[in-house]
């Protein structure tokens, strides 16, 4: 029989989250999972009797940034009898075991397909004193339908698929998150639903591909009819979704995206390169002409859309030639902003064993190169907006320096992020509408007067501390595990 000292009711957990946005919601379904089972969240500046790394296999140096995290907390947990670690998510799914034999002190492994079982499992490994590593090869029950606790009480993630149909040289995703499914309409609405009666203004969408949505269930034009839907759902304000794919972006989203008021005028379309042989060898199902096209009729529909993307340096055999491809698209897309990353090898996928890997010192001038074209046009394109008006829906923690300069920040329509001179009584999920004043490259501010300020139920909340809790959405119905909705505030200014 387990103590009373050592029940899930009398302990704390933390999630450390590594990667990209599905990791973040997945996240938020740990939380939610463990919650339900009596743990409750540490206590900043503590130490907390279950920790859970929720790993990336993305990102460069994973591996090593794992066991270098796991090796700090071998002391946290030797000063700490009845501590527990868990390993998930991608790292988790491709090493498997080994992650115990490197790190005996490892209490739980568990998969990107069994997120669902991480209390038993805990559970398990207290009872059997030994560690438990459960990975599964197919998808047990869709994430959403686990309860989560939301980080943000004005902004929700809210996946509508999992996995990728998609076989990038360079991605090792399809096979660690596996093929796509899609969820149904009425499930995904009945979430954003359940989000916005606590509060929630703004939904982001959220899939490996998520525009090719519908394929799963043989629906044509799905993503845009979802689109269409979710922008109607009475108290939402933003819609947004990340990450469509060129080869699947139709002319109906571009439609949707113009004509939903809700919906943003904001895209994140990955290029990854523009050479039309590396994106051959990248076996990415598009060429630059078709992917400037796409940018073209967006910006024709949608005149003030915000265009960023994901661009990879120095991909196996690529010439100086192809990099000036690129540099060109770059020059003829004018992103607001792009995330550039240099390639390196990725166990596991078929560019690592690709022949013409470049050289360290190669690789690193190109992307020093393509950096500071993109930042020029990244500052060009924001001082074309100075002594603009805009509305932000302010935000937490968005801005680094916001304390030391009397600062908050908050988020534009388009997605750029704006710092305003802080003004009492604003606070995160409020609304508020003001002028741009100067630009830089990766930031707006506007430290003039607010033009208006508007307090919302989201206000409320970030201000009472409340984050909203999905019980886990199925068949369509919604499950709120939380008090009823605050009343509606009223408006200000």
């Not at 704390?12 to 939380?31: F, I, K, P, W």
């Not at 949505?213 to 108290?235: H, K, M, N, P, S």
């Not at 904001?266 to 050479?275: A, E, I, R, T, V």
């Not at 630009?439 to 409340?466: C, M, N, Q, W, Y």
Request: contains cysteine; glycine residues 10%.
């Amino acid at each position: 029989m387990t103590s009373t000292a050592t029940s899930p009711a009398h302990r704390t957990y933390r999630v450390r989250t590594y990667g990209c946005q599905m990791n973040v919601h997945d996240s938020e379904r740990l939380a939610g999972l463990l919650e339900d089972a009596g743990y409750s969240a540490a206590p900043e500046g503590t130490d907390a009797d279950v920790v859970v790394l929720n790993t990336c296999a993305v990102r460069e140096n994973a591996d090593n940034k794992l066991y270098g995290n796991l090796g700090h907390l071998r002391p946290v947990k030797d000063a700490h009898p009845g501590m527990q670690i868990a390993v998930g998510g991608c790292l988790a799914q491709k090493d498997r075991a080994s992650i115990v034999a490197r790190a005996p002190w490892v209490d739980v492994v568990f998969g990107t397909h069994n997120v669902g079982s991480l209390p038993a499992l805990l559970e398990r490994a207290r009872h059997n004193a030994e560690a438990q590593v459960e990975i599964k090869e197919a998808l047990e029950v869709f994430p959403s339908s686990l309860p989560a606790r939301r980080d943000s009480a004005y902004s929700g993630w809210v996946s509508i698929s999992v996995g990728c149909n998609n076989t990038c040289t360079f991605c090792i995703v399809p096979s660690l998150r596996g093929k796509e499914a899609d969820r149904r309409p009425g499930d995904v609405l009945a979430e954003v639903q359940a989000l916005v009666e606590q509060g929630v203004l703004e939904v982001t969408l959220l899939g490996q591909n998520v525009n090719a949505y519908g394929a799963d269930l043989g629906e044509r034009g799905a993503f845009a009819d979802l689109l269409r839907a979710t922008g109607a759902v009475q108290g939402l304000e933003r819609v947004r979704f990340t990450s469509p794919h060129p080869r699947d972006f139709t002319d109906d989203v571009i439609a949707a995206m113009g004509e939903t008021p809700a919906v943003c005028h904001q895209l994140h379309m990955p290029l990854q390169s523009g050479s039309d042989d590396v994106l051959r060898r990248m076996r990415r199902s598009y060429r630059r002409d078709r992917y400037l096209g796409i940018i073209d009729r967006v910006r024709a529909a949608m005149p003030d859309a915000a265009i960023t993307t994901d661009i990879i340096v120095g991909f196996p055999g690529e010439t100086e030639q192809d990099f000036q491809d690129t540099l060109d698209v770059v020059a003829q897309a004018r992103f607001a902003s792009a995330f550039t990353f240099q390639y390196s090898k990725r166990p596991g996928t078929p560019a690592a064993e690709m022949d013409g890997q470049l050289p360290k010192e190669v690789v690193q001038e190109r992307y020093l190169r393509l950096t500071a074209l993109q930042e020029e046009i990244s500052w060009a394109e924001n001082r074309a907006l100075v002594g603009r008006t805009v509305e932000l829906l302010m935000a937490a923690g968005e801005g680094s320096k916001d304390a030391d300069r009397g600062r908050m920040s908050g988020r534009a329509r388009d997605g750029r992020l704006v710092h305003v001179a802080a003004v009492p009584g604003v606070r995160p999920g409020d609304v508020v509408e003001t002028v741009v004043t100067d630009a830089k490259p990766h930031f707006l501010v506007a430290d003039g007067p607010l033009l208006s300020h508007r307090r919302t139920r989201a206000g409320d909340a970030s201000e009472a501390g409340i984050r909203p809790t999905t019980r886990g959405v199925g068949l369509g119905m919604p499950g709120v595990g939380v008090p009823a909705p605050l009343p509606l505030a009223p408006a200000c200014g």
